[in-house]
Structure formats: C-alpha cells, structure tokens
C-alpha cells in the first residue's frame, strides 16, 4: 500500500503559477502510473492530468491543457503538477491519486486506488 502527501497549495493571483508535490511512501511509485483531480466547493471531483510510469505518457484535461504540466521524479518518489496561468476557476482542493496499472493514463476516479488528503489552491480574480 502506498500512501500519499500533497503540498505546496495556497493562495495566488489571477495569472500566478503554483508547483504542487505529491509524496509517497510506503511503496516506489514505480508500481504506479499517477494523476491529479480537484474537487472545488459544491462540485465532483474532476480529472486534471495523468502520467503513466511504463513510458512517461501524459493526458491532461481539456480545461488545463496547455498550462498545467504533470511530472514525476522517480527517484525522489514524487509527482508534481506544474500549473501556470492560473484562473480563477482552477480554485479547488487539488488531489493526487495513484492507480496500479502502471501503463494507465485514465481520467476515471474508479480507476484510482489510492488517494491524498488533498491541498488548497485559491486563485483570486
């Protein structure tokens, strides 16, 4: 079992970029392609991006693609979501999650067996 910590959240201006990190112990994320979500207030949770280990192949949502850039440091044992230009309706609880099809690229929560306990990311207009 493999457990996960988000950090680097915050508030930030319209146009700003934050890093978020997502940490694992437990197991190497070797075992494990990794994606981001974010659940703003009222709303589901929703896909933001994937990176699968096997070969390092992304998929972003179409919402960030083009500003928001996923990553990941193996040896380090963490994933990192890049986001610039932010806006304000990126403002949500930001998750990362961790599926053990290590090919797997896949926008679905179901599909996801592990989970952080999220990190705030406020975007003000």
């Known amino acids: 079992q493999v457990q996960l910590v988000e950090s680097g959240g915050g508030l930030v201006q319209t146009g700003g970029s934050l890093r978020l990190s997502c940490a694992a112990s437990?197991?190497?994320?070797?075992?494990?392609?990794m994606g981001w979500f974010r659940q703003a207030p009222g709303k589901e949770r929703e896909f933001v991006a994937a990176?699968?280990?096997?070969?390092?192949?992304?998929f972003y949502a179409d919402s960030v693609k083009g500003r928001f850039t996923i990553s990941r440091d193996n040896a380090k044992n963490t994933v990192y979501l890049q986001m610039n230009r932010l806006k304000p309706e990126d403002t949500a609880v930001y998750y990362c999650?961790?599926?053990?099809?290590?090919?797997?690229?896949?926008?679905?929560?179901?599909?996801?067996?592990?989970w952080g306990q999220g990190t705030q990311v406020t975007v003000s207009s």
């Open positions: 990176v699968s280990w096997t070969d390092g192949s992304t």
């Open positions: 999650a961790a599926d053990p099809r290590t090919w797997s690229i896949s926008p679905y929560i179901e599909e996801y067996d592990y």
């Open positions: 437990g197991r190497t994320l070797s075992n494990y392609a």
